[in-house]
Nanobody, 127 residues
Framework: QVQLVESGGGSVQAGGSLRVSCATS????????IGWFRQAPGKEREGVAA????????YYADSVKGRFTISRDNAKNTVYLQMNSLKPEDTAMYYCAAALIPVDALPMMVEGLFGYWGQGTQVTVSS
């Protein structure tokens, strides 16, 4: 059974940092990418960052490049998203998701390719 469980969300002031975690189980045989998506109220869900858990290659949306870092600990089956220099516009529900994509480096994040999803963790950034 595939499970993804997010944790680590919370509230922080602009300029602050948060790290969210995605604990996974049962995904190894079915997925090689773990991605983070976010959805703010009234907005479409957008891909933020993804990592190939085999090769370590990463993808970042332009809006978070230089501020967010995705990493994985394969021994713990956990993927992290370190978020620095947070802005109010980063406020959203953050979801992790898993996909099996036969490329080493993602040119973009396509939501429909991610078949397994967690329940989400809320990140709120105040100005």
């Amino acid at each position: 059974q595939v499970q993804l469980v997010e944790s680590g969300g919370g509230s922080v002031q602009a300029g602050g940092s948060l790290r969210v975690s995605c604990a996974t189980s049962g995904v190894t045989a079915n997925s090689n990418y773990i991605g983070w998506f976010r959805q703010a109220p009234g907005k479409e869900r957008e891909g933020v960052a993804a990592i190939n858990v085999e090769s370590g290659s990463t993808y970042y949306a332009d809006s978070v490049k230089g501020r967010f870092t995705i990493s994985r600990d394969n021994a713990k089956n956990t993927v992290y998203l370190q978020m620095n220099s947070l802005k109010p516009e980063d406020t959203a529900m953050y979801y992790c998701a898993a996909a099996l994509i036969p490329v080493d480096a993602l040119p973009m994040m396509v939501e429909g390719l991610f078949g397994y999803w967690g329940q989400g963790t809320q990140v709120t950034v105040s100005s």
